[in-house]
């Protein structure tokens, strides 16, 4: 019988066991999807755990981290068990055949991609950081928006537990660095001495482990989990919010820390006082160390940040195209990262160079995915607002003249302004029918070519609504 080169069987192994990962996958994921982020993936080698496979570019690993990791790693686990790991590894050449050559100049490093498992029990006693390698200080551009934030967390991950800064409280609007701030910090902390204990959660996290540990009955270990940290970072602590029980364990473990001299850091999208129902006492110790905040990006900020996240890809991109996305996305440092990245992704499928048409493209449709993010809700609460109507009415069965109006242009709003369907639209409006949606689109049509104050009343709430969004 012929024996197998050791090669051989492992490639084969990988090979069957990406096959089975790649049908999981396949069932979670829509068709375009999966033949664009994953069948170009190559399984290579499996040893110990390891399933290494091999993407076309190191954008593909960002991509795939940032949209399928859960899929990915469930797959994963589902096949290889809880210690299964992938190793990304990029395809140099095929770069190469991408006729990307001109803008991907150089060879990029291979990434690994650590496992991240969400459950505490594997945390003892050898437990899960859950840092991220990549939010480091040296690839967070610093701007106006964000100085003070930047200063004092790289002063925390330098001299842990001797600045007054204690709780670091650091908040903003979505997208704009927190994440990245905090895990800096731990990841710094960790640079200079491995043996810390750093753990970083969001306080969502938080809670479902509290939630689990009480049904188990082990609320006392994971007081005492915590309470061992030499830094514990929490992520969106506004989620705390309505949970009293949770900010009751959080309370004490916040003590014992800060009796301790341990550093604690925590992110929120509002300031300290702003964080309506959360216990008194948990808003007044926040405010005890550093509150700082984060703005958006200025212009050169915006600027600085693409360029630097395109050479991180090895990859340089005209100015004028720069320029002409920091100047379009200006909010939100999440969405430069994605135009970015569109266009990255759509050069190299397309074999197309990088040029102001994909740019405009990319831009565009982050303009409408925000555009979609305008809520019914949104619009029914602007609307609402101006007629001075209770927006519950335009819900209720309310034919009062001003009630009747107001719902009817929230639901032509609505139609015009985001991509819900008809349907969908009628259920926001205590799950009234289709058709009732059509009739009131129609109405609204109607009154606006007959009657040109309705025009400029509705004129002036989709401006109100597109303003408040973008
Ligand atoms: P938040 O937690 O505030 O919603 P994140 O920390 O997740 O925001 O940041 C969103 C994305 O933008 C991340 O990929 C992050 O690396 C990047 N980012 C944010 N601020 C900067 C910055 N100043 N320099 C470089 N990248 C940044
Ligand atoms: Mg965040």
């Known amino acids: 019988m012929e024996v197998k080169g050791k090669e051989n069987l492992i490639a084969s192994d990988s090979k069957k066991i990406w096959k089975k990962c790649l049908s999981l996958i396949k069932e979670n994921v829509p068709a375009l999807t999966y033949n664009t982020w994953f069948l170009p993936i190559k399984p290579i080698s499996y040893t110990e755990d390891n399933l290494e496979i091999e993407v076309p570019n190191s954008f593909f690993i960002e991509w795939i981290e940032e949209h399928y990791n859960t899929i990915i790693n469930n797959a994963i686990r589902q ?64 701007g106006e928006g964000n100085q003070l934030a930047r200063a004092a967390a790289i002063a925390i991950g330098e001299n842990t537990g001797e600045t007054s800064f204690n709780p670091f409280f650091i908040y903003g609007g979505v997208g704009l ?21 750093i753990v970083y ?113 090895g990859i340089t991109i005209p ?81 009062k003249q001003e009630v009747v109006l107001a719902r009817q242009v929230a639901m032509f709003l609505s139609k015009k302004l985001t991509k819900s369907s008809l349907k969908t639209i009628g259920l926001h409006f205590g799950g009234r029918d289709h058709s009732t949606v059509i009739h009131a689109c129609n109405g609204i049509e109607q009154r606006l070519s007959d009657d040109s104050s309705t025009k400029q009343i509705v004129e002036t709430l989709r401006n109100k609504i597109q303003m408040g969004v973008s």
């Open 177 to 197: 660095g927190k994440t990245h701030l905090i895990q800096a910090i731990g990841n710094r902390i960790k640079e200079k001495d491995s043996t810390k204990k």
């Open 319 to 399: 100015n004028d195209i720069i320029e002409y996305m920091a100047f379009n996305i200006t909010t939100n440092i999440r969405e430069l990262e994605g135009s970015l990245i569109k266009i990255l992704a759509s050069a190299s499928l397309n074999s197309q160079e990088i040029n102001m048409e994909l740019a405009r493209k990319a831009v565009g449709e982050i303009a409408t995915g925000r555009q979609m993010n305008i809520s019914i809700d949104y619009i029914t609460q602007i609307v609402c607002n101006y007629f001075e109507v209770d927006e519950n009415k335009v819900r209720e069965k309310n034919r």
């Open 201 to 313: 959660l969001s306080s969502e996290q938080f809670t479902i482990e509290f939630i689990d540990a009480i049904q188990n009955g082990k609320a006392n270990e994971f007081s005492s989990f915590y309470k061992k940290m030499d830094a514990l970072i929490i992520d969106d602590i506004q989620f705390l919010i309505g949970k009293e029980k949770t900010q009751d364990y959080f309370f004490h473990i916040f003590n014992t820390l800060h009796q301790a001299g341990k550093q604690i850091i925590l992110s929120s999208d509002k300031p300290p006082k702003d964080l309506k129902g959360l216990s008194e006492r948990l808003v007044s110790r926040f405010q005890w160390g550093l509150t700082a905040d984060i703005q958006a990006p200025d212009f050169e900020t915006r600027i600085a940040i693409l360029k630097n996240k395109a050479t991180s890809y």
């Open 79 to 142: 096949m290889l068990g809880s210690k299964g790991k992938l190793h990304y590894i990029v395809r140099d050449e095929d770069v190469a055949n991408l006729e990307m050559t001109k803008i991907i100049e150089d060879v990029v490093p291979t990434l690994v991609l650590e496992e991240v498992t969400p459950t505490i029990q594997a945390r003892e006693p050898e437990f899960e950081s859950y840092l991220i390698p990549r939010y480091k200080f040296e690839n967070f551009i610093k």
